[in-house]
């Protein structure tokens, strides 16, 4: 489904597990550029 995100922003806070994740995979493979937050450096570069 093209949901017309290329190119736009988007923060997606708990985003390193869970729904926070799965939300930014989706994001991402509709071409949003996004913005994600953990709760440690470990979790972000994983």
Do not use: C
């Not at 926070?20 to 994600?36: C, N, P, W």
């Amino acid at each position: 489904m093209e949901l017309g995100l290329t190119a736009k922003q988007a923060l997606v806070t708990g985003s390193t597990a869970g729904i926070g994740f799965a939300t930014v995979r989706s994001l991402l493979r509709e071409g949003a550029q996004v913005t994600l937050n953990g709760r440690t450096q470990a979790r972000v570069d994983a």
